[in-house]
């Protein structure tokens, strides 16, 4: 099955059209990486099938990067899902993701009321092995922890950043892949925790990386970051617009 990426939504916590940044990964596995609260009606829009999902990735606990998650596992449940579903994060990831599950809908994720879910957390510099694909994951340097995906399928590597500056683990899990999607709140502007375009170079520049799709931009910077994009990148990077497909 040839690979894509589904742009579900590529905003920030704020953005004004309301769609979140997350990708849906369709290839050996259909793989859904994020889900804020905008998420779960544009995921269903696009796999219908309840049983379409294989699994899940958080990057972080950010509300708009998990606050979904709860509506789109209940939607499943409700609309006939039987298939098991995985939901997998970086160390640490399967207390809060149970506890927002809880908190969202008590009690209706109980064994005897729904589908089979399982919690795996991935340890950054291990791979897991999946039906078709490879897992992998390293820490980006945020102010939360947060864990970006690289999916190895055949021949294609897809990587997602979630948020976060750019970090060497992390430089070095995006070596070799076709499609890095990644955090770019800032054009210029240096904060601790989020990246700005000037801080994304040498990802631009990295000869063994194919293309960079930046997400998560704040609105009032987007003009200025997509104008300084088609001066400085080469082209080897763009600003996906939510519903966009990369193939």
Not at 73 to 100: D, I, Q, T
Not at 169 to 186: F, I, K, N, P, T
Request: hydrophobic letters at 35%; proline letters at 6%.
């Amino acid at each position: 099955m040839a690979s894509s990426v589904h742009f579900l939504g590529v905003g920030d916590a704020t953005c004004a059209d309301g769609a979140h940044t997350a990708i849906l990964y369709e290839g050996s596995q259909r793989i859904l990486v994020d889900c804020g609260p905008t998420v779960p009606q544009r995921c269903f829009r696009v796999l219908g099938d309840p049983d379409a999902l294989d699994a899940i990735w958080i990057t972080h606990q950010h509300a708009d990067h998990c606050f979904g998650l709860p509506s789109l596992l209940l939607r499943m449940r409700l609309a006939g899902r039987k298939k098991p579903l995985e939901v997998l994060g970086g160390p640490g990831s399967s207390l809060w993701l149970r506890a927002g599950l809880e908190l969202g809908y008590p009690g209706s994720f109980e064994p005897r009321k729904c589908y089979p879910i399982t919690f795996s957390e991935v340890e950054p510099g291990l791979v897991i092995e999946r039906p078709g694909v490879r897992l992998s994951t390293a820490q980006t340097q945020h102010r939360v922890r947060c864990h970006c995906l690289r999916i190895d399928d055949g021949p294609r590597s897809v990587c997602m950043s979630g948020d976060g500056k750019p970090t060497q683990a992390s430089m070095r899990l995006y070596q070799g892949a076709d499609l890095v999607v990644h955090e770019c709140e800032w054009a210029s502007r240096v904060t601790e925790d989020h990246s700005n375009l000037l801080e994304l170079g040498p990802l631009f520049d990295a000869v063994s990386v194919g293309r960079v799709a930046l997400v998560h931009c704040n609105d009032a910077e987007r003009a200025d970051i997509a104008e300084r994009l088609a001066r400085e990148a080469s082209g080897r990077a763009w600003l996906p617009q939510p519903g966009e497909t990369w193939i």
